[in-house]
């Protein structure tokens, strides 16, 4: 029994103002053990109440906090067990003001990846724009969000990106998006053909829904041109630029085969002779 107490009670020295005993080692590895039961209940019993599609972010979130409250049961305990954690603190004060440092852009990641699983401005298959890029949302973790590009391309954008740049859902509403097409027509051209060509361009492709019915707005007189745009809906906005390529084949074609005019910008040049 002494011995027990002995090797219980054996003092590690780690630095000048700071030990700690083999007992106070065990009772922390109790404490790291029972909080981690704790917290795997809890993450059970949440995961019961959730939904499917929500378990996958409730797990991300969850993983974090995880971390972050083990670190706190970690140096709490390490104080009510008689450690100088004071001591530990100073000893590596320049330390961790450099990975707080190093870590700020991380932890800014973090934040912006829990607001976005938790408010879920975001969700997979969303199509976004953000910075000038369009991409298909594949995966949202803590720290980054992964996507596609219309080439099929992998796009990992860090989570601290929506603090500074403006986010377009394209989806959030719904799979159906309002997309446009404009051409400038020659003056004299007969306008009302040219919606009832424009309509029938639309009508011809592919991937443009019945309805609603796609529309023709009268833009303005241009410098050059009579300027129409042509607006149509579909489901796969992510694939517009495809279905937009293949409404203005259709209007090129339609055009030549009823003699409409698509000019290009022209400037009369008068030279003055001075004698």
């Not at 027990?4 to 054996?10: G, H, P, V």
């Not at 995961?47 to 970690?74: A, C, H, M, P, W």
């Not at 700020?104 to 199509?127: A, H, R």
């Not at 590009?149 to 990992?156: G, M, Y």
Request: with cysteine.
């Amino acid at each position: 029994m002494e011995l027990l107490k002995d090797i219980l009670n054996y003092t590690i020295h780690l630095g000048k103002d700071l030990q700690i005993t083999v007992k106070a080692i065990l009772i922390l590895i109790f404490i790291l053990v029972v909080t981690a039961l704790v917290l795997s209940l809890i993450k059970r019993i949440v995961n019961k109440r959730v939904s499917s599609e929500d378990q996958g972010k409730f797990d991300t979130v969850f993983s974090f906090f995880k971390y972050f409250i083990f670190l706190l049961v970690f140096f709490f305990s390490l104080d009510n067990i008689g450690v100088n954690v004071t001591a530990i603190f100073a000893a590596s004060a320049a330390l961790l003001i450099g990975i707080g440092l190093a870590l700020q852009t991380l932890f800014q990641d973090i934040i912006c990846g829990i607001f976005v699983l938790v408010d879920k401005s975001i969700n997979v298959d969303d199509v976004i724009e953000v910075d000038d890029k369009v991409i298909k949302v594949t995966n949202i973790s803590l720290r980054t969000t992964r996507g596609v590009n219309r080439a099929n391309k992998v796009l990992i954008i860090p989570n601290h990106t929506y603090l500074t740049n403006t986010l377009y859902n394209w989806t959030q509403n719904g799979n159906m998006t309002r997309e446009i097409v404009e051409v400038g027509v020659a003056y004299g051209s007969d306008v009302n053909l040219v919606k009832e060509l424009l309509l029938k361009a639309a009508r011809n492709t592919m991937k443009v829904l019945d309805s609603p019915e796609p529309t023709v707005h009268f833009l303005a007189f241009g410098d050059s041109s009579l300027n129409f745009r042509v607006v149509f809906t579909m489901t796969n906005s992510f694939y517009a630029v495809d279905t937009k390529s293949d409404i203005h084949f259709e209007i090129d074609r339609l055009f030549r085969e009823n003699d409409v005019k698509i000019p290009f910008p022209q400037r009369d040049v008068h030279l003055y002779k001075h004698e």
